[in-house]
């Protein structure tokens, strides 16, 4: 396992971590300890960095992680989060944090996120006086907390911004071999001033691996798998600390663990000739985070919005059609249901025009 040094924190963090948002449902619906066991076997094969929040997979990833933390012998880091949905005062994100804490069987949480800034309002909403930033300052003056962080999908300029306000010391954000030339300017302003670089949805929520002869060019070796390959060119970026797939399986894991092994440095002018094979409208694609998944009319968005990503990867509105039938066991004629409430369009991290593109699977 590569390690890499976490920002100014001098921590030695593994270049892959274990993002706790994918565990499968059927291993953790009796019972946390069969998803745990696959914790404590990234353990084993070097992964020191793992990802929660409250709230994933049915509110049973944090609680997935403290099973396997409480067999664990130490050197190991945690992150995980508060968001304004979980929190407004410093009161409330005290007992936030309190409650991770005893999920998690730890005595301090390494690196406490305040979660999915979008944009710079809701950044101030975050530093508002008496709000979550100033709970989890308390948290961290009493040595509940170690190090405040921040998890964003927001622009470049505004990812910037924030570093450059001198608050965070880790910067968790959604960049992979698709949009990752225009997510640039955030990474750099982050390593320049000594912030460590997380990196989630470096598959793209699975369109890489979905699409693997889309993204084929991203081999290094005929026989490299796609996937292997997109872990591999951010794992080389010298401005990236940890890159962070979910992971729902040995063979994941296993996987990602040889991305890091076999990762080679990634040079400023291979970065800008594949950024050259990019089109623009790649930076669209849904990343399936499903934080959309409130619609008040029961309209699945997430799986339209994953469904849609067939036209932009090919150019046609059919195949659309196709991946929501064969898929996800969907009809395009559900989308008719949407009455353009903008409630999904409100909690989309990346802005998309979820409203635009269910008209569109209507039309089919």
Known sequence: M??????????????????????????????????????????????NYFDTAPGYCDDMSEIIMGTAFRQMKGGFFVSTKC???????????????????????????????????????EYRAYMKKGGIFDGIL????????????????ASGPDIEE?????????????????????????????????VGVVVMNPLGGGVIPRHAGRFSFLRKSPDESVAKAALEFLIGQPEITVTLP?????????????????????SE?????????????????????????????????PQFMDSYNEKILTGEIKPVKSRLINHWSLAA????????CGQCEKLC????????????????
């Open 2 to 47: 590569t390690y890499k040094t976490f920002g100014k924190t001098g921590y030695k963090v593994s270049a892959v971590g274990f993002g706790g948002m994918r565990f499968k449902a059927e291993e953790y619906r009796d019972g946390p300890e069969k998803c745990a066991e696959l914790v404590l076997y990234a353990k084993e094969l070097g992964i």
């Open 83 to 121: 968001g304004l949905w979980n929190a407004k005062t410093a009161d409330e994100t005290r007992a936030r944090i309190e409650k991770s804490l005893k999920r998690l069987h730890v005595d301090a949480i390494d690196f406490y996120n305040m979660w999915s800034i979008k944009n710079m309002e």
């Open 138 to 153: 308390k948290a961290k003056e009493e040595g509940l907390i170690r190090h405040v962080c921040a998890s964003t999908h």
């Open 162 to 194: 924030i570093v450059n306000d001198g608050i965070i010391d880790g910067v968790t954000l959604g960049l992979n071999a698709i949009n990752f030339a225009f997510r640039r300017q955030g990474v750099k302003a982050a390593h320049a001033a000594g």
């Open 246 to 266: 979910g992971i729902s399986s040995r063979g994941e894991l296993e996987e990602n663990v040889a991305a890091a092994d076999s990762a080679a440095a990634v």
């Open 269 to 301: 002018a291979e970065m800008d000739a594949l950024a050259g094979r990019l089109r623009e409208d790649l930076d669209s694609l849904c990343t399936c985070c499903a934080y959309c998944d409130e619609c008040p009319a029961g309209i699945k968005v």
């Open 333 to 340: 004629s559900a989308a008719k249901d949407c009455t353009a």
């Open 349 to 364: 991290t990346q802005k998309l025009p979820i409203i635009k593109r269910m008209s569109e699977i209507a039309a089919l």
